[in-house]
């Protein structure tokens, strides 16, 4: 984490369907917040209602320097900030950019959640095996990891920290 007075944006986990109040929240204490959401119709036998449906359901995202994350913790709607290795994630301004953009263009578009499931193929990213391809074998919560030798039909099975490996995403 930055322990400067430089802003980042970090994703925020909120509790459950609390993403509006906690924008809401967070802008009354001037906080810079983007919650990312799209207006659907809803239809019941006696009327239909549009309401604000969130992209990324529980979370949002914020845009603050080091002295204001205790602001966002204290913040009524809060859960936790999305981490890596127990420290806050810089989500990258391109990326929030890409994010409003897509929103505000003519493009169809959904979001859909990349999952890790049994066959994901993944790059080990610490430890002694840094840097070598892997295949997961079992789901996401074990991560089980597979390192195949296809020439002699043999694989050696182990376990990493999600933190030590990370997706190759394809297509």
């Given at each position: 984490m930055d322990h400067n007075?430089?802003?980042?944006?970090?994703?925020?986990?909120?509790?459950?369907?609390?993403?509006?109040?906690?924008?809401?929240?967070?802008?009354?204490?001037?906080?810079?917040?983007?919650?990312?959401?799209?207006?659907?119709?809803?239809?019941?036998?006696?009327?239909?209602?549009?309401?604000?449906?969130?992209?990324f359901p529980s979370y949002i995202f914020v845009y603050i320097n080091h002295d204001e994350f205790y602001q966002v913790k204290t913040t009524p709607g809060f859960s936790h900030f999305v981490s890596l290795k127990n420290e806050p994630t810089v989500i990258p301004e391109s990326q929030i950019s890409a994010v409003k953009q897509l929103m505000h263009s003519n493009y169809q578009w959904q979001a859909k959640t990349k999952t890790l499931s049994k066959g994901t193929p993944i790059e080990i990213t610490e430890g002694p095996l840094q840097g070598y391809m892997g295949v997961l074998v079992a789901d996401a919560t074990q991560n089980n990891v597979a390192i195949e030798i296809p020439a002699l039909c043999k694989a050696m099975v182990f376990t990493l920290k999600q933190y030590q490996f990370k997706p190759v995403w394809t297509g």
């Open positions: 007075n430089k802003r980042n944006w970090y994703a925020v986990y909120t509790r459950a369907n609390c993403e509006a109040k906690l924008a809401v929240g967070l802008t009354d204490r001037n906080v810079e917040a983007f919650y990312p959401a799209t207006e659907e119709t809803r239809f019941w036998s006696d009327r239909k209602k549009k309401s604000k449906v969130p992209v």
